[in-house]
């Protein structure tokens, strides 16, 4: 089965810096890979999608210029929270899409945490 | 915007219990998928239905899809302990996006 992973798990870091979450397919080209944010106890909220070789599409409300995205190659994208503060902490979890196909395989999730 | 409403918000049940989870949608749903998710953990693929009145069962996990295309639920038969986690709809909200809105989630508890 496809398979899609996620690095750090988890990443503690201070106010004012700047965090980069890769997200990789491992056995398939992901044309499309989805940034979603969940809060404890809550849904997950899609933020953008990233399209390979081109600028990610954000969702209403959330700035592209604190959550960078770069869908470099077919089998990476990365998220990077800039200038991060204690309200960015939350469980960052990606999910891909291979050519030719509907199904959104998702990865483990990276728990950000902000002191 | 399309909006998903799941019912109950949490659910605790006996082990052995059969129990239903419930998706409203605010417009008509092109594509209806469900997901399983431990806590701090990624998302379980369950099933996906696209047509309405559609049914399909995975072990003892059976999903259906109303005519209108605007209800789905999530029928669990004999819960299980490891039936426990929380439990999302997702719906394609059209256009050839191939995104998903995630509905409010239900927590299931199985007591053994």
């Known amino acids: 089965g496809a398979v899609v992973s996620q690095h750090p798990s988890r990443v503690i870091c201070k106010s004012g810096t700047s965090v980069k979450i890769e997200c990789r397919s491992l056995?398939?080209?992901?044309?499309?890979m989805f940034w979603y944010r969940q809060f404890p106890k809550q849904s997950l909220m899609l933020m953008a999608t990233?399209?390979?070789?081109?600028?990610?599409?954000?969702e209403q409300g959330v700035e592209k210029d604190k959550f960078l995205i770069n869908h470099a190659s077919l089998t990476l994208s990365t998220l990077t929270v800039t200038s991060a503060h204690p309200e960015d902490s939350s469980f960052y979890i990606c999910?891909?899409?291979?050519?030719?196909?509907?199904?959104?395989?998702f990865g483990p999730g990276t728990r950000l945490t902000v002191t | 915007s399309q909006e998903l409403e799941q019912s109950p918000q949490s659910l605790i049940v006996q082990e052995g219990k059969n129990l239903t989870i419930n998706c409203t949608s605010s417009?008509?749903?092109?594509?209806l998928y469900w997901y399983k998710q431990k806590y701090g953990e990624g998302l379980i693929f369950l099933m996906m239905?696209?047509?309405?009145?559609e049914e399909k069962s995975h072990e003892k996990i059976t999903a259906k899809l109303d005519e209108k295309k605007q209800q789905s639920s999530l029928h669990i038969t004999a819960s299980q302990p490891s039936h426990a986690g929380i439990y999302l709809c997702?719906?394609?909200?059209?256009?050839?996006?191939?995104?998903?809105?995630f509905g409010t989630g239900t927590l299931l508890a199985v007591q053994p």
């Open positions: 999910s891909a899409v291979g050519r030719h196909s509907y199904e959104q395989y």
């Open positions: 056995d398939f080209q992901a044309t499309t």
């Open positions: 990233s399209n390979e070789g081109s600028k990610a599409t954000y």
């Open positions: 417009k008509t749903l092109y594509g």
């Open positions: 239905l696209q047509k309405g009145g």
């Open positions: 997702g719906a394609d909200p059209g256009g050839a996006t191939n995104k998903l809105i």
